[in-house]
């Protein structure tokens, strides 16, 4: 199956700080990729979607200036936490979907971010 | 609005079989997914299915009704590695999966 990649897995950082999270299509182009969130016993949450080369679009109640989203390539998009804060520590996951098939989304590792 | 109905934890015995249920509602379908997740990882595609009837899959078949909004996950010769969580995942009529909390499979020896 397809795989995707994200990096970080893991990172901590202090109060005030911007994170980027990149989420990569290895062998196949994205044309569209999706952010989720995660909290603990939660289900997922899709905080936006983005489409190549567009702007992204944000679920209800995401703040888009706090979470930049840039989706410059097919196989590559960017998540941003700007100004992190210790309520967004949370598992931030990417999932990717090939545009020559529309009903499945391959999910990255996931990032697990701590904000102290 | 849109809902997923799983029951939020079951526990089942090593080498047994189990059944997840799952009840849906959704604005249009483009089928149903379910995805397994470990804690503290990404979900894992388990299985697809957008007819009615059953899929099997090795160990794991998944089974649709569209007309009842019903899907379950029925697990075979369970193994101490299948705890984790099972994911029901319908797809909207907008491409989007809609998605549930889940249910925490245990599994005892």
């Known amino acids: 199956g397809a795989v995707v990649s994200q990096h970080p897995s893991r990172v901590i950082c202090k109060s005030g700080t911007s994170v980027k999270i990149e989420c990569r299509s290895l062998?196949?182009?994205?044309?569209?990729m999706f952010w989720y969130r995660q909290f603990p016993k939660q289900s997922l949450m899709l905080m936006a979607t983005s489409n190549e080369g567009s702007k992204a679009t944000y679920e209800q109640g995401v703040e888009k200036d706090k979470f930049l989203i840039n989706h410059a390539s097919l196989t590559l998009s960017t998540l941003t936490v700007t100004s992190a804060h210790p309520e967004d520590s949370s598992f931030y996951i990417c999932s990717a979907r090939d545009g020559a098939d529309m009903n499945e989304q391959f999910f990255g590792p996931g990032t697990r971010l701590t904000v102290l | 609005g849109q809902n997923i109905d799983q029951p939020t934890e079951m526990t089942a015995t090593e080498g047994a079989i189990v059944q997840i249920n799952c009840t849906y509602q959704t604005s249009g379908f483009n089928g149903l997914f379910w995805y397994q997740q470990h804690a503290g990882e990404a979900p894992t595609f388990l299985s697809y299915?957008?007819l009615d009837g059953l899929e099997e899959k090795g160990r794991f078949s998944s089974f649709l009704s569209r007309s009842k909004g019903y899907s379950y996950l029925l697990l075979k010769e369970l193994q101490m590695k299948d705890s984790a969580s099972y994911l029901c995942?319908?797809?909207?009529?907008?491409?989007?999966?809609?998605w549930g909390a889940g249910t925490k499979l245990i599994i005892k020896p």
């Open positions: 062998d196949f182009q994205a044309t569209t």
């Open positions: 299915n957008v």
């Open positions: 995942a319908p797809m909207d009529s907008n491409y989007q999966l809609i």
